[in-house]
């Protein structure tokens, strides 16, 4: 199958991430293209449109041969917050092939707050789309009528760096204090045995390494799920402490029933109680629990199988 996967913003790159999966793990061909620029420094495709003059831009000769790629798909994959309209992917034509949205992020998530500001209703979703998906458990509402298909992480290629310390390191790497959870954490392990490392408005790769020298790393207690950065310390075999309540655990759909992610809840008192808890356990079974939960929920092997049959679905009901 030929697939067009699209994105009108790739923040993290999970975009990149999700096309190469399926073309490593898959007899599928997925071409992605990243629509506008959004100023994250590490490597992805060029953008389709260039910022130019305070807007967005577009040669006619790019959108001819855009749209002649994109007629010579199976399916029109739309990876992000944003349904497939033409009020979000203008000018390029999105219409007469299966569609599927995977939604992300805050920008989709119901309710108003730090972490939720949705940009439509969901039944614009219901609408304009063949198919459904949420990449983090607690996007896959029922009413959604969604599958859970979980961020993609190249875990066999990635190193694994977990190890001992006399004194536990914990780290945090918010990109917003507030979205996070950061004042409750710092107020959380007071007076505990631990040291702690908070990396902020540092480069993508200062981060991980400092990931990487963790022995257990705090994600967020605001939200009720976990995204990138999580991936990534437990594909290192970082032990991971956030935010993941029981809905949460059901929304995915029998993929999480076995996690070791360790759940901390939203206030000063669970957070620590967390914390505490997993300090008195056997930290380097964890770790390579942690691991392996990883690579079986979010290794390229596991999520490619997943969308090959996704596609294989999608092409079967529309023939039928």
Request: aromatic share 10%; net charge neutral.
């Amino acid at each position: 199958m030929k697939i067009a996967l699209i994105s009108r913003h790739d923040y993290c790159g999970s975009g990149y991430r999700l096309a190469e999966a399926i073309n490593q793990t898959t007899k599928n061909h997925v071409q992605y293209f990243r629509l506008v620029p959004d100023g994250m420094s590490f490597g992805r495709p060029p953008t389709v449109f260039r910022f130019q003059n305070d807007t967005w831009v577009i040669g006619k000769h790019d959108v001819a041969e855009l749209d002649e790629l994109l007629a010579g798909v199976d399916i029109l994959h739309f990876k992000g917050d944003e349904p497939p309209t033409e009020k979000y992917f203008p000018l390029i034509n999105i219409t007469g092939k299966p569609r599927v949205v995977s939604v992300s992020g805050m920008y989709f998530r119901r309710g108003f707050d730090l972490v939720s500001q949705p940009l439509e209703d969901m039944e614009v979703y219901l609408e304009e789309t063949d198919k459904r998906t949420a990449m983090m458990a607690d996007l896959n509402y029922p009413e959604f009528d969604a599958q859970f298909t979980p961020h993609p992480h190249d875990v066999k290629n990635t190193p694994y760096t977990w190890k001992p310390r006399k004194k536990p390191l914990i780290v945090h790497t918010p990109t917003s204090r507030a979205k996070k959870g950061t004042e409750v954490f710092l107020k959380a392990v007071e007076g505990l045995n631990v040291d702690v490392e908070i990396i902020e408005g540092e480069s993508h790769e200062k981060s991980l390494k400092a990931i990487s020298g963790a022995t257990l790393f705090f994600d967020q207690c605001v939200q009720k799920a976990y995204g990138n950065a999580t991936i990534e310390a437990m594909a290192r075999g970082i032990p991971v402490l956030t935010n993941l309540p029981i809905s949460s655990v059901k929304q995915a759909q029998g993929l999480f029933n076995d996690t070791p992610i360790v759940h901390t809840g939203e206030t000063i008192k669970s957070v620590r109680e967390a914390i505490v808890g997993v300090l008195g356990r056997d930290l380097k079974a964890l770790s390579l629990e942690t691991r392996a939960f990883c690579e079986k929920v979010h290794g390229y092997e596991a999520v490619g199988k997943m969308w090959d049959n996704i596609y294989k679905g999608m092409l079967k009901s529309n023939k039928s």
